[in-house]
């Protein structure tokens, strides 16, 4: 009914709710990747049997959402100059291109 994990060093609990609670947004995930290859290799792996969405935003095939986010989006959403060209171009991604968002 309940079990124990570990994430890079967070500890999660996760408890079965049994079939009238499932998974939804409101519970998920963020990975921040560092590299374009780290982005790729996370979302490749975490879509196998789920389904993509916008914005770096994903399903697995169990249905947790994650978003697969760039270190430096932080960096960039912090540049009154950039924001709005960054906003804009992620916008009509799915999975984020780090080259795309450095050029905007």
């Known amino acids: 009914m309940v079990t124990m994990f570990e994430i890079n060093g967070t500890q999660f609990m996760a408890l079965n709710g049994g079939p009238r609670f499932n998974f939804t947004e409101a519970v998920s995930f963020v990975m921040n990747c560092d590299t374009q290859e780290e982005i790729d290799r996370y979302w490749n792996k975490l879509t196998e049997g789920g389904e993509e969405s916008m914005c770096g935003w994903l399903k697995d095939k169990y249905g947790i959402s994650w978003q697969i986010v760039p270190s430096v989006l932080g960096k960039l959403m912090g540049d009154p100059e950039k924001r709005n060209r960054v906003i804009d ?3 009509k991604m799915k999975k984020f291109d780090i080259q ?3 050029d905007a």
Request: charge should be neutral; glycine fraction near 0%; avoid cysteine.
């Open 89 to 91: 171009a992620f916008l």
């Open 100 to 102: 795309t968002l450095l």
